[in-house]
């Protein structure tokens, strides 16, 4: 809001000078006196008109003489536009700045980048910082960093990082950002508070954040990188099916587009594939991709992997103006397949934790089997979680319901057979940690034990055999499911109307169910391989059933899907793990990682690019791991006009967009208007000489008429009646 401020407020009282130009037109007018002269009738006649003329001309004069008055008046007292943004005298501020720094504010128009754009004026607003100012800069990506640690003082060292700011490979967390400036403006205590946000405001990072947590006499600044519609398009997925293929046999690689154009186009999407060790591309071939406008759209490719061993897929596209989500990686292990953790309290003896490591893992050496590590539930950790492709829990004293739904939330694969005395309870703790909108795919009630009943067992009646997961037994030949005899099961609540039923028995009862939940899946197993419940461990189905479920319920991708600006984990053999252990990235670099040798995991701390990053025993690589940029930063689009008008409307609030020099300069500095009061001055000085003369004597003066010649009507003025 702009207001007009005076510098010399205590000159208020000079304004009654107005009053003079006024004092002298009343004093100076003459008396009238009234005489009839009829002989003068004809002259007064002709003079009426000029005496008009003359009469408009004092009205004139004394109305410019006012306003002259006036503006001599005002120019003393020195008004001034004041600027939201101007500091105000004797005032402290405290100005916080978010500063994105995300991977679409890489997006370039004729050699810019959109972070170049905003970075020049938000170091212009650093610039007007006043010494006893407080202020700090908070760079917004995967998570916020706060330039100081508090806000101070050291205004250089914030300039320096706003003008050297480039972006990263992250994506921005927008409300942390939000917040942690909110935070650090509550705690300065300064009398005016600014909130600085500059970014491009694009509409994936942007739709869910609020600034109603900003108090209200904190005023919002909206610096917008966004000059007009920027077209993109990216690699957004690369998927493997099947996500563990055998050396030599077909696979399939999906790759997903994202068009970020008004128009259809068909991409052109180069795959090459690289034997882990390498120096020689194995393959390069081309996928063809078309998308809708602003849509994404899938292409595949068959591939072949010619032997074990790990393999580094990559997809790419031509260079765009954001060249940074034209490429994605995947890592294809054919060495040791998928990963499982069997959580179970029963870790010695043939009990069904036995028979499900067994199972799951009958020939250790073989290329591409599973690799199963087993815990108890009370010793499991987030490490441990990141470190596998899968859980799979089985009668567990203790189970870490919060741990393992924040597990399966996040992307993981869970797996839960219903065993153990406390599996009924567990299984509603379970169901209350991932709430309402997330659950379980049904409740178990009660263990029905029918071995002294009728047959003294129950079989499987029904299957979704068109499933990849369970196609491999739809023919009778290759495994008979409806062999498989069970004596105990639970009986369940009606399954959820978002839960996948897979397998049934005879009397309806889910033998085994799936549910996703948040970016994965929950798989109930109601069916039990001790050998007391059934004769599953028996049955020569059972290994390659357990072992298509785990892989059919693993991560699209060998591990976690990992993002610049996190952390990274791989899951390595703890025998391999012999030596010093050290992590490279893309560019070779050595990184800072933490070692697990009993569980074989290995957690590189910060990720910082896309790409494959090493990890080494010694000098033996034993694990890669691929790093991607979060899919939603390649759709540039930004916030719809509404959405970015009702940011921060409650509060004080003014949006600029980058080039608007002007627009920004009229909130950081004020304008003063005395000068143009006396240019107004000397103009008005001019025209009251110049309405003067109006009408005026022309060289020789004229002869006043006689008082008694003088009409009442016309004699407003001593000089209006004259006579030759």
Not at 307 to 330: E, H, I, Q
């Amino acid at each position: 809001m702009h207001n007009i401020r005076f510098a010399n407020p205590g000159l208020w009282p000079g304004l009654a000078a107005v009053a003079i130009p006024v004092l002298l037109h009343l004093l100076t007018r003459r008396s009238r006196q009234r005489r009839v002269l009829p002989t003068f009738a004809l002259l007064r006649r002709a003079i009426s008109q000029q005496s008009r003329l003359f009469r408009l001309r004092r009205i004139l004069l004394l109305a410019t003489r006012v306003l002259l008055v006036l503006f001599l008046a005002l120019a003393f007292l020195k008004p001034t536009i004041t600027s939201p943004l101007a500091p105000a005298p004797g005032g402290r501020r405290a100005v916080v700045a978010i500063l994105d720094v995300s991977l679409s504010m890489g997006h370039r128009r004729s050699g810019i980048s959109s972070l170049a754009g905003v970075r020049g004026q938000l170091a212009a607003l650093l610039d007007d910082l006043r010494p006893g100012d407080a202020s700090n800069v908070i760079l917004a990506g995967a998570a916020p960093r706060p330039v100081l640690p508090r806000p101070g003082a050291d205004f250089g060292t914030l300039r320096q990082t706003v003008r050297s700011a480039e972006p990263t490979f992250e994506r921005g967390d927008m409300s942390g950002a939000v917040a942690e400036a909110v935070r650090e403006l509550s705690e300065t205590g300064a009398r005016s508070r600014e909130l600085i946000i500059a970014s491009d405001f694009q509409r994936t990072n942007w739709s869910g954040v609020t600034l109603d947590g900003v108090p209200g006499d904190v005023k919002i600044v909206l610096l917008s990188s966004e000059t007009g519609r920027r077209a993109n398009a990216g690699i957004t997925d690369l998927r493997l099916t099947p996500a563990t293929p055998t050396a030599g046999e077909p696979a399939t690689l999906e790759v997903q587009v994202w068009n970020g154009a008004p128009i259809p186009r068909t991409f052109a999407v180069t795959i090459s594939i690289l034997k882990d060790g390498g120096d020689e591309i194995e393959r390069t071939q081309t996928a063809l991709v078309s998308a809708q406008a602003y849509a994404a759209g899938t292409g595949s490719a068959s591939i072949r992997f010619p032997g074990t061993g790990r393999y580094r897929v990559s997809a790419r596209l031509p260079a765009d103006s954001l060249p940074a989500d034209d490429a994605r990686f995947l890592v294809a292990d054919l060495t040791h397949g998928v990963s499982a953790l069997l959580v179970s309290s029963e870790t010695d003896g043939r009990n069904g934790a036995y028979f499900l490591r067994t199972a799951l893992n009958p020939a250790p050496d073989a290329p591409g089997s599973i690799r199963v590590v087993t815990l108890k539930g009370r010793a499991l950790t987030d490490t441990d979680l990141d470190a596998t492709d899968a859980v799979v829990v089985y009668d567990v004293n203790t189970m870490p319901s919060a741990l393992l739904a924040r597990y399966v939330r996040g992307g993981g694969a869970l797996i839960l057979f219903l065993a153990g005395p406390n599996i009924v309870t567990q299984t509603q703790s379970l169901a209350a940690q991932l709430g309402p909108a997330d659950g379980v795919p049904f409740l178990p009630q009660s263990q029905l034990d029918i071995s002294h009943q009728g047959k003294g067992y129950v079989t499987i009646s029904e299957g979704r055999y068109d499933l990849p997961m369970l196609k491999l037994f739809g023919d009778p030949g290759s495994g008979d499911l409806t062999q498989i005899h069970m004596r105990r099961f639970y009986l369940t609540e009606a399954p959820d109307p978002q839960t996948e039923v897979l397998l049934r028995y005879e009397d309806g009862t889910p033998a085994m169910a799936r549910r996703a939940v948040g970016a994965g899946s929950i798989l109930f197993c109601n069916f039990s391989p001790d050998p007391a419940d059934g004769d599953l461990a028996r049955q020569p189905v059972y290994p390659p059933l357990l072992q298509e479920v785990v892989r059919s319920m693993t991560r699209r991708s060998f591990g976690r899907a990992f993002e610049p600006g996190g952390s990274a984990t791989a899951a390595v053999d703890p025998g391999d793990l012999r030596g010093a252990v050290t992590a490279s990235g893309p560019n070779g670099e050595p990184l800072p990682i933490s070692v697990d040798r009993s569980g074989g995991g290995v957690l590189i701390d910060r990720v910082e690019e896309p790409g494959f990053y090493t990890v080494l025993a010694g000098a033996e690589p034993v694990a890669t791991v691929a790093v991607n940029p979060d899919p939603q930063e390649s759709d540039l689009r930004p916030l719809d006009p509404p959405a970015l008008e009702a940011l921060g409307r409650a509060h004080a609030r003014y949006a600029v967009k980058t080039g608007s020099a002007g627009a920004l300069d009229s909130l950081r500095f004020e304008r003063p208007l005395w000068p143009y009061c006396i240019v107004v001055v000397l103009l008005l000085s001019v025209l009251e000489q110049a309405i003067a003369l109006l009408g005026g004597p022309r060289g020789r003066r004229p002869q006043r008429l006689p008082d008694s010649l003088a009409s009442p009507d016309t004699a407003d003025d001593p000089g209006d009646l004259v006579a030759p």
